[in-house]
């Protein structure tokens, strides 16, 4: 039996490149094993096409406010998963640019606030490298996991 392998909950797909210039940066640049992310030295952050993410998590709405900071916030904290950014110097930064991002594309101050403290409280387990999501194997005679 041929089998795929795949992950649940991405819900969106970039389709073109994005970069941006953000405040964190590493000593060294960083790329992820995928290829879809890259941060230089200097803080230029590249999100390639086809890079895929599941948006704004929890609770929250998926609103067009939220996007563009779902996007670099996920790609970052994919960085801190495959220990490529230190967790512990990061974490909070890459929370704040967010929630500035989230601002700067129209939405409130309150929300931008709840959205930021949701993830000071909560984040931590998305960003280690054990948390993220399982690889399903399918169809169902291929087994449960990897």
């Known amino acids: 039996m041929e089998c795929i392998l795949y992950k649940k909950g991405c819900k969106y797909q970039l389709v073109e490149t994005y970069t941006f210039k953000i ?32 948006g704004p998590s929890g609770p929250a709405i998926d609103t067009l406010n939220f996007m563009r900071g779902s996007l670099v916030h996920d790609a970052l904290y994919q960085l801190m998963r495959e220990k490529l950014l230190d967790q512990n110097t ?4 890459a929370d704040q640019l ?16 709840w959205v930021y403290n949701i993830l000071r409280i909560a ?5 280690v490298s054990n948390s993220h999501r399982p690889i399903v194997k399918a169809p169902k005679e291929c087994g449960t996991g990897n």
């Open 23 to 54: 405040p964190i940066k590493p000593k060294e640049g960083v790329s992820s094993p995928s290829g879809f992310i890259a941060l230089t030295a200097n803080g230029l952050l590249t999100i390639k096409k086809g890079y895929a993410w599941d």
């Open 90 to 93: 990061t974490r909070k930064p």
């Open 98 to 113: 967010l929630q500035k991002m989230c601002k700067a594309d129209g939405m409130s101050a309150i929300r931008a606030w």
């Open 123 to 127: 984040g931590s387990l998305a960003s």
